[in-house]
């Protein structure tokens, strides 16, 4: 018995296809944890770079599934983690694959690797390296405790 063949089409009718396309922010100040106001009260945009590092940043400090305003895609499951009591080689891997994982969603990161942790009871400092479209930058993050984090040009 022989079977029709046909090609199938490249997109789908209807279908668009996704373009990265410059994404904008404000400038923020991560010390003091807030956007960057001028005397007259206007907020200053920053670069596309900026708004990708700003991103990476808060979805690394939000925890996933916990408020209904992001996506099940958004934040990493540090909570959830620490809380599970896991030996702490576990946690660390769990911890790396979480933060990955949520960081890969984005089509500007390339890779995120070279993890180290400094715990402090249920605290922790994640410091890593993520490779996006625009570079290697240093992350580092704290959670549990207050919530931090510093960002450097690798």
């Given at each position: 018995?022989?079977?029709a ?7 789908m ?11 904008r ?7 003091e944890?807030?956007?960057?106001v001028t005397?007259t009260?206007?907020?200053?945009e920053?670069?596309a770079?900026?708004a ?9 400090l ?20 620490v ?8 946690a ?5 694959r979480t ?22 009871g ?10 996006s479209i625009y ?5 580092e993050?704290?959670?549990g ?5 510093r960002?450097s040009?690798?």
């Amino acid at each position: 018995m022989s079977y029709a063949t046909f090609d199938a089409p490249t997109l789908m009718y209807g279908e668009d296809i996704e373009t990265l396309q410059d994404v904008r922010s404000y400038r923020y100040d991560y010390q003091e944890g807030k956007v960057i106001v001028t005397g007259t009260g206007k907020t200053l945009e920053d670069t596309a770079i900026d708004a990708y590092r700003f991103w990476a940043i808060k979805c690394c400090l939000t925890e996933r599934y916990e408020r209904d305003c992001y996506s099940p895609d958004f934040g990493v499951e540090f909570d959830a983690i620490v809380r599970a009591n896991y030996p702490r080689g576990i946690a660390e891997s769990e911890l790396k694959r979480t933060i990955k994982e949520a960081l890969m969603i984005d089509e500007r990161t390339v890779n995120v690797s070279s993890f180290t942790f400094e715990w402090e009871g249920d605290s922790c400092w994640v410091h890593f390296l993520i490779e996006s479209i625009y570079g290697i930058d240093r992350i580092e993050i704290q959670r549990g405790g207050e919530l931090n984090a510093r960002i450097s040009v690798a």
